[in-house]
């Protein structure tokens, strides 16, 4: 029965490109010109870039998992507890916010070991002053925006600690609580007078919150917020230092932070373009492939433009994040120029355009497709992360991805056809005048034969003549590579290797720190540094929400079993660390019953409680109770309430973390009723946490199985398959593991360029591993050093010109844009070592295929994988030649499988068992 060999896929797809190629030939001038309008048509779509920028622009909108538990808690809150309306008489209460609140804080902190002096304070009281002095439109200040604590202005606890009379503090201040007032989140770096006192010896901080109405106050609201950052910024008092931030800043800085990436993107195409020349000049006038280069680096650009405006054009928001993906494109886009150039060159110069054009597509348009489809499917499998950030940037990026396969094979390779067609006719490369070809003048100095003589090529091959580089892997790197004790230092390495990437993989923190949003030069960077210093002790306080209409809470045993619950929440500890301080407990209940206990109150009685309740909440020692419960009067009718805890030793983001998992799990615990639940404005960006490791792990295992399903549907070997899955698994655990050691925690961002990792991984591995296994040598060593001969360069040329892509994000003062350098800083260095020196050694230690064996007859035959290999092979000079200059042998790095199946290793026809 007919049966194909290894082919069955690759071939009629390199059939089609062939038939494009010929077409592009044929017909330049069209593929040049439809891409441009196509380009300048969908690139107008940037006209809609702001608005889509400002859909993106809310940092929990893009940083945290679109159906996060949190998101659903805070619902529940807002049903039952909705917030009263703002004005004289009610009683504001920051600590029963559903959300942050509209609000200017201030961290006066001293430079002396006090600022509870009465110097210090007669400044803050400056400070102060200056605040609510502040004017805006139509002279309003914050008397007139406050948030209202009865019929006066809330105003900042630790102010109202001061001698009547007199501008300092009290000899005795108590804390956290003094007189009934919490003082954790005002007073700061507090020494206590001695280990068994509670009384303040001294403290190095105090915070002050100005907290506005947001009822139909945006707008006067935001001024009065940009005026408070100007006021602040301009505050210089001796003696003490002022850190400031409102709840505008986070999403202000991290607009702010987008636009510093600007100036970085003619840096890079600066880059680029003059990597790309370098890499494709030659000392041939005419053969010199400097203005190729120059279109293939205009190419990509084109590639960015036409797909951003296409999806800004579908109304796709757009994140941060993407900016960092046209860095990124570049890349691909030169890799991709460098393949397509390669294969030129290694076709016949005698042959006419539209031939070599033919030649050329079969080979690297195969080539850049295996690139194309794995980077493709990468991003497309990153479409289904529950952060909007790396949904946005995997969009963008995958689309540009396409456009930029689109346009090399289109735009790009038009130019090459007219390139092809000054070369044809021995044209210089600059000034496009007819030069003569070296055999038909006289000897010239090498100066003038470098500008008056071209068209060189080499006579054996019939192809463009190769650069020395390439000897360098054969003559030397890989003969290097394969002796025994160097082999045996590169197993140690990886070992090495692979047990600091494990190490730091244990070491690996989770979640994206707030400020990392804002520039490095910030003040938001001061206002948390201070809040990490001084007033980290105590946590948020979380609401604990019962949203249970049945629940009978004058019965005896529910209210047992509620308190039993609290009491759980109370005694929470995590590695003997209490996170919870007993004594700040707020509960309606608790109060309740010693009110109906001083009172004789018989509160285990429906009606006693329910005609008692309403009398209770109004009393204006306990009024904002009143807000804790949602109930109805006539039918005593209570369809939820709420208690809060005070969470405290909460530092890092390990203990946020296992606090929301500690808290959740006992929420859902038995001993508490049933629905319970957990919640803080903060949650909803603790809720990273909860998704960020597993769904990073599916993404990466997934992304993992579509790229061995591109492999073996293009470059279809079961061995090759074996080593692709091995060096990406080892590709990713050493990305990793060294980016926790280099401060890059696992979040949105860092996940981005993982999902990357996959595609990138397989560019370095397959061909590699194929090479190898598909090498008419035969020993494992020669197989080794053959593979290195026709990918060394090449995969040295792709990792350069990738990291020339990204390197200029090394100088950025964004968090977001440096991690995506580190990243695939890491992503390519790690490849291209498992490209040159582990698989290499690896491949000759497991002896895959290696050597020849003997047929029944004794002869013997070259046989690859059960294959007759003796067939159609090239001599090792013809093998050579075809790894040429920069670029030259690049079509192998995708292509070596395309070639290698036709030219060296497997008989390209089907045939009859």
Known sequence: MPRCHTDCVERPLSQCFGALGRCVGRHPLWFLLVPLVLSASLGSGFIFLGEMRSRASSIEDQFTPVDGAAKRERLVVQTNFPREQDGPGQRFSSQRLITEGTYGSLIVTSTSDNILTDDAFGKILKINNKILEMEVENHQNFSTLCAFNGAQCLTNAILELSDTGTPGFPNIIHYPMNNGVFLGTSVGGVQFMNQTSNQIKSARAVRLIYFLREEDNATLNSLWLNKFIITASQMKETEVDVSYFTSLSREEEFENSAKSITPLFSVTYALAINFSIWSCMRLDCVRNKVWVAAFGVLSAGMAVLSSFGLLLYLEIPFSMTVASAPFLILGIGVDDMFIMISCWQQTKVKNTVEERMATAYRDGAVSITITTLTDAAAFALGL????????????????????????????????????????????????????????????????????????????????????????????????????????????????????????????????????????????????????????????????????????????????????????????????????????????????????????????????????????????????????????????????????????????????????????????????????????????????????????????????????????????????????????????????????????????????????????????????????????????????????????????LQGALSTILGVVVLSVSVSYIFRTFFKIMTLVICFGALHGLVFLPVFLTLCGVCGGKVQDQKGNQEGVLDGKDTSKNTRSSTESRGMTGSPGESKCSKSSEANILIRNNAFDPDCHED
């Not at 490369?429 to 000897?443: I, R």
């Open 384 to 795: 289904l992360t529950p952060f909007r950030s790396v949904w946005a940037f995997c969009a963008y990026t995958g689309t540009a991805v396409l456009f930029c396969f689109l346009y090399s094979l289109t735009f790009f390779g038009a130019f090459l056809a007219l390139n092809g067609r000054r070369e044809a006719s021995n044209r210089h490369w600059f000034t496009c005048q007819k030069v003569q070809e070296p055999g038909e003048s006289a000897s010239r100095s090498k100066l003038s034969s470098m500008c008056c003589l071209g068209g060189v090529y080499d006579q054996v091959t019939g192809t463009e003549k190769p650069l020395p580089v390439n000897s360098f892997f054969e003559k030397f790197y890989g003969p290097f590579l394969t002796k025994g004790w160097v082999k045996v230092c590169v197993v140690l390495l990886y070992a090495g290797y692979l047990a600091t990437s494990v190490y730091g993989c244990f070491q690996m923190k989770e979640g994206i720190d707030l400020k990392n949003l804002a520039s490095d030069d910030s003040y938001l960077g001061h206002y948390y540094d201070d809040i990490d210093e001084y007033f980290s002790q105590y946590g948020p306080s979380v609401m604990v929400v019962l949203n249970n209409r049945d629940f009978k809470y004058w019965d005896k045993s529910a209210q047992d079993q509620l308190e039993r619950c609290l009491e759980t929440f109370e005694s929470l500890t995590f590695e003997n660390k209490s996170l919870v301080d007993r004594q700040l407990t707020i509960s309606w209940l608790r109060f309740y019953l010693l009110f109906g206990k001083s009172r004789n109150l018989n509160l285990t009685d429906k009606r006693t409680f329910g005609d008692n309740l309403s009398g209770f909440l109004k009393s204006p020692s306990t009024n904002l109770l009143r807000q804790d419960v949602n109930f109805s009067v006539p039918e005593l009718k209570i369809y939820a309430s709420r208690m809060f805890i005070q969470t405290v030793n909460i530092n890092t983001a390990n203990d946020e973390k296992n606090l929301l998992y500690l808290l959740r799990e006992t929420a859902k615990s038995e001993v508490c009723p049933q629905p319970l639940e957990v919640y803080h404005p903060a949650f909803i960006y603790f809720d990273q946490y909860a998704v960020i490791v597993s769904n990073t792990i599916q993404n990466l295992l997934l992304a993992t199985l579509v790229m061995l399903v591109v492999s073996l549907t293009l470059i279809p070997n079961p061995i090759c398959s074996l080593w692709v899955t091995f060096a990406i698994a080892s590709i990713i655990i050493g990305v990793s593991g060294f980016m926790a050691m280099w401060d890059v925690n696992l979040d949105s961002v860092s996940m981005i360029n993982l999902i990357i990792c996959v595609g990138f991984s397989v560019d370095f591995s397959a061909h590699i591993s194929y090479a190898f296994i598909s090498s008419p040598k035969p020993t494992a060593n020669e197989k080794a050093v053959d593979a290195l001969v026709r990918l060394g360069y090449p995969i």
